[in-house]
């Protein structure tokens, strides 16, 4: 009873925490719907080569397209999750503080990552908007955005973490 810790209102974490996971749930939700078009357009394809048929123009693009946005979203809803691949077995090694220290070190690297991505899709995208794809004819840009959208959902669960973790570090006295 001595280690707990005094909660403010505990309504508040539990509906943040809620938040956070109907949202990134809903992000697994979206990934999986993008992962079936993409599987339909694929088939579709296979099926009217099959049948000697032309191929309808720019069907090619959509799985590619798309896998850059399924990748973003998997990874910001992996993370929310905690199912980015970790080395457990040196984390558990370590003691809880040198373990929460690790943690604190690899997500502030982690987050100067994600912004550094953000940083360099403020002129890709842009960019990006300006060229057309052959067979569809959408803006490029729309492709390109799945970078920084990806980064920002990741960047938010990673701050969770980081906040867990220093407060793990720097324990409130009772």
């Known amino acids: 009873m001595a280690d707990e810790q005094p909660q403010g209102d505990p309504d508040k974490p ?5 938040f956070f996971q109907r949202t990134y749930n809903g992000l ?40 850059v946005w399924l990748v973003m979203i998997g990874a910001a809803a992996a993370m929310q999750r905690g199912e980015h691949t970790v080395l ?14 690790v ?7 982690g987050i100067a990552l994600f912004v550094w991505l953000i940083k360099l899709s403020l002129v890709l995208v ?19 955005a799945a970078i920084p959208v990806g980064a920002a959902l ?6 969770r973490s980081l906040i867990s973790a220093l ?6 006295r009772s």
């Open 14 to 18: 539990d509906r943040a925490d809620g």
């Open 28 to 67: 697994g939700h979206l990934g999986g719907m993008i992962l079936a078009v993409m599987t339909a357009a694929v088939f579709l394809q296979v099926i009217l080569r099959y049948l000697g048929w032309g191929a309808i123009d720019g069907i090619d693009e959509v799985p590619r397209y798309l896998f």
């Open 88 to 101: 457990d077995y040196f984390i558990g090694r370590l003691g809880p503080r040198l373990r929460a220290l």
């Open 154 to 159: 990741i960047i938010l669960p990673m701050i």
């Open 126 to 144: 842009p960019n990006a908007q300006l060229q057309t794809s052959p067979g569809l004819e959408l803006p490029l840009g729309y492709v390109y």
């Open 167 to 172: 407060r793990s570090l720097w324990p409130r």
């Open 103 to 109: 943690l604190l070190l690899t997500t502030t690297a």
